[in-house]
């Protein structure tokens, strides 16, 4: 006979899917980044928050560590923070690994990925893993990447943004800028 759980305690295999989608979900809640190299230039790595880069297409190269978020569409436009987050969490869905992970800082994926070979999870060893791993999980949950977002604070060196997904979960974003772009730095983390 096992001993039960205090209260109040789930068993860790109950645990998991929902610390990793938040953790994914959230990227904003676990940090580390990572990079990937600059996307093609062609149509299918459009980053704008309102497109979608197709699920069928493979990315074109494996992400490295000196990859710097996609370029914007229209070079003079600068990227919101909120807009920003939208866009990577479509690419992490997607999957589109390039997009997703030059979104998130170097730090932030290493947190995510030390989390969650900590948890148990095979395979995951780079942020390429981690966002295949995790698009694939929230696939077979039917999860859906509905969230609301509030600006929350708007300092110098970063904007934090309160996310609360569909399903429940929610985390601060710490939005931290490069150029004109906004990366999720490794302050983010999960809230509920």
């Known amino acids: 006979m096992t001993p039960a759980a205090p209260h109040g305690a789930r068993p860790r295999a109950a645990r998991r899917p929902r610390s990793l989608a ?8 676990a940090t580390t980044a990572c990079t990937a190299p600059a996307p093609p230039d ?4 459009t980053t704008t928050p309102t497109s979608r880069t197709s699920p069928s297409e493979p990315p074109a190269t494996e992400p490295t560590e000196t990859e710097e978020p996609p370029a914007s569409d229209d070079a003079g436009a600068a990227e ?7 866009a990577w969490l479509a690419a992490s869905r997607a999957p589109d690994v ?3 992970c030059g979104y998130m800082e170097p730090a932030l994926v290493d947190r995510m990925v030390a989390e ?12 390429a893993s981690m966002v295949t791993t995790t698009a694939a999980l929230y696939a077979a949950l039917g ?3 509905d969230v609301e977002i ?6 110098p060196d970063a904007v934090v943004l309160g ?11 710490v939005m931290v800028p490069d150029g004109t772009r906004w990366r999720i730095g490794e302050q983010s983390q999960e809230e509920c």
């Open 143 to 145: 999860s859906v990447a």
């Open 116 to 127: 969650m070979t900590a948890q148990g999870w095979p395979g995951i060893t780079d942020c």
């Open 150 to 155: 509030q600006v929350r604070e708007e300092r």
């Open 163 to 173: 996310v609360v997904y569909a399903s429940g979960s929610c985390g601060s974003a």
């Open 22 to 29: 938040l953790l994914v979900a959230l990227v904003v809640a």
């Open 80 to 86: 919101s923070p909120e807009e920003a987050f939208r």
């Open 42 to 45: 062609d149509a299918t790595t």
């Open 98 to 100: 390039e997009v997703a």
